[in-house]
T-cell receptor, first 117, second 115 residues
């Protein structure tokens, strides 16, 4: 079965400190991995994705994520957090095998990131 | 481009009422889908469509119908609303060039309350 786990419901960091939001996955075939951010009362905004190639993916707003196949992880990182980064972050995976629902994204439960001044 | 648009933004229904949530995109995307978001549960797929005239069920399809008569529009119908359908509903679309690798773009959501 396909699944995504975000083990932390909340992450709190001080502004200027590095941040990490964790994500692990279980999927058949090669995974296509995505991070989305949701600000209050807004839709989901795409941050970055891993399809193939370099394990370190750079995305919007200074975020990056590292794909680790052996640990089946895709953690989201940022070297220096901003108060404006406070939001709900979702990790999602799309399996590549033909038996899966075409195009479907499997989402984690979300991690609420709070950056305090 | 307006991207993915959804109407209404908010809706309150009584149990048993029916309604249609509208979704439209102007990016010529062939793939469209509906998700519902509930606290602590992430997003769950309701229905999806890979092109006009083609729809299929997702993870939680019961109580919902869809149709896709045009590339642009993908309405979601609640046949007989129940309190369990209180949720935030998101429509998403992605381009036809690569269904598996392309990014899905989300609308702003419809917040539905069923009393």
């Amino acid at each position: 079965a396909q699944s995504v786990a975000q083990p932390e419901d909340q992450v709190n960091v001080a502004e200027g400190n590095p941040l990490t939001v964790k994500c692990t996955y279980s999927v058949s075939g090669n995974p296509y991995l995505f991070w989305y951010v949701q600000y209050p009362n807004r839709g989901l905004q795409f941050l970055l994705k891993y399809i193939t190639g370099d394990n370190l993916v750079k995305g919007s707003y200074g975020f990056e994520a590292e794909f680790n196949k052996s640990q089946t992880s895709f953690h989201l990182k940022k070297p220096s957090a901003l108060v404006s980064d406070s939001a709900l972050y979702f990790c999602a995976v799309r399996p590549s095998d033909r038996g899966s629902t075409l195009g479907r994204l499997y989402f984690g439960r979300g991690t609420q990131l709070t950056v305090w001044p | 481009n307006a991207g993915v648009t959804q109407t209404p933004k908010f809706q309150v229904l009584k149990t048993g009422q029916s309604m249609t949530l509208q979704c439209a995109q102007d990016m010529n995307h062939e793939y469209m889908s509906w998700y519902r978001q509930d606290p602590g549960m992430g997003l769950r797929l309701i229905h999806y469509s890979v092109g006009a005239g083609i729809t299929d069920q997702g993870e939680v399809p019961n109580g919902y119908n869809v149709s896709r008569s045009t590339t642009e529009d993908f309405p979601l119908r609640l046949l007989s609303a129940a309190p369990s359908q209180t949720s935030v509903y998101f429509c998403a679309s992605s381009s036809p060039s690569g269904i598996l690798t392309d990014t899905q773009y989300f609308g702003p959501g419809t917040r539905l309350t069923v009393l």
